[in-house]
């Protein structure tokens, strides 16, 4: 059996054309590879073609990069519905399917059986170890998340997840290829729910909540401290109303059920908002008020 080696990744499939899948597959592309985005789905992979086309554009307007460059990129990018013809030839499988444990379960079982010997089948789950998946596999020792953030296109962070059957080899060539595709590799030795950046994201927003319900200070005046002591680009409260309430709320749901400790609850103010149906931006209310032109207005 061929050990996984950076030197031998050519061939990219990323599986899944999402808010993720799509951006993760031009990432990899601008830096040269072939990649496949597949997807069980045609309309979700010509809305992404389109979208992944009209960011190009707008980086050619904008003089990051030139129109050559750019219709190199887009001609390297494949769009498929048919899994098996894209997996054939893949050197390294970037899953980035939605969130369910079995159906992640039954694409790397059957990425297993399709893609060459050598392959490393990497998992884009911000919440499902690596280890959930790899037992469904006969190669666990090629397994291991790969976490980007969102947007891809933009942010700069991959944290490269070990689990326990993973090999060196494939942790060598996952952070060689993170770096490859000019983006910043976090190496956690050990699976850890929620990872390093989003551990410490939830820690911050935990701690900015309970002020904000024990009366020490309002939500609109901690999040200036975190934007104008801490430097933040933005604080817990508005960040909250950016990804969504029900996100906050649901994570939080999965953490409690998981662990059975009461601080993992999500909090009062969460809840009420949750229930509200206040859930941030997309519906207009969250912590703060916005027009129908997402522009903030109150407080
Ligand atoms: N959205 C985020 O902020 C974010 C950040 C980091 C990681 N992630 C992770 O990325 C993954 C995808 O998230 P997303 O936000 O892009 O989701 P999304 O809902 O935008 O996209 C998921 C895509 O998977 C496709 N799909 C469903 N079943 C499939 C299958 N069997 N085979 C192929 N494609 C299938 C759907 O058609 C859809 O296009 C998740 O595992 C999530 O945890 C998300």
């Known amino acids: 059996?061929?050990?996984?080696?950076?030197?031998?990744?050519?061939?990219?499939l990323v599986v899944g054309?999402?808010?993720m899948g799509s951006q993760i597959g031009l990432v990899c592309a601008m830096a040269g590879y072939?990649?496949?985005?597949?997807?069980?789905?045609?309309?979700?992979?010509?809305?992404?073609?389109?979208?992944?086309?009209?960011?190009?554009d707008r980086n050619v307007e904008k003089e990051r990069m030139t129109r050559q460059e750019a219709d190199e990129a887009l001609a390297r990018l494949t769009f498929t519905t048919d899994l098996e013809d894209a997996a054939k030839d893949a050197d390294f499988v970037i899953e980035a399917a939605v969130e369910k444990l079995d159906i992640k379960r039954e694409l790397f079982r059957k990425l297993d059986e399709i893609t060459p010997d050598h392959t490393i089948l990497a998992t884009n789950s911000s919440t499902i170890e690596s280890s959930r998946v790899a037992d469904a596999t006969d190669r666990p020792d090629r397994v291991c998340n790969m976490h980007f953030f969102n947007p891809a296109l933009v942010m700069k962070c991959v944290e490269v997840v070990r689990n326990p059957g993973t090999s060196d080899a494939t942790i060598e060539a996952t952070v060689?290829?993170?770096?490859k595709i000019n983006k910043s590799p976090v190496l956690l030795n050990r699976e850890i729910p929620g990872?390093?950046?989003n551990r410490i994201l939830h820690a911050l927003a935990n701690e900015a909540i309970s002020l904000y319900e024990n009366d020490v200070a309002s939500f609109k005046d901690i999040d200036t401290a975190c934007r104008t002591a801490l430097g933040h680009p933005m604080g817990p409260f508005e960040l909250m109303d950016l990804t969504g309430i029900d996100i906050a709320h649901d994570v939080r749901m999965v953490k409690y059920e998981r662990s059975g400790d009461e601080n993992d609850r999500p909090k009062?103010?969460?809840?009420?908002r949750y229930e509200r149906g206040d859930l941030g931006r997309k519906t207009g209310k969250g912590w703060y008020t916005y027009d129908e032109a997402g522009k903030r207005v109150s407080p």
């Open 268 to 272: 009062r103010s969460i809840v009420e």
């Open 17 to 19: 054309a999402g808010a």
């Open 34 to 56: 072939a990649v496949a985005v597949q997807d069980i789905s045609s309309e979700m992979l010509e809305k992404a073609q389109k979208q992944l086309a009209g960011r190009m």
């Open 1 to 12: 059996m061929a050990e996984p080696e950076i030197e031998n990744i050519k061939n990219i």
């Open 176 to 179: 060689a290829l993170t770096e």
């Open 195 to 197: 990872f390093v950046a």
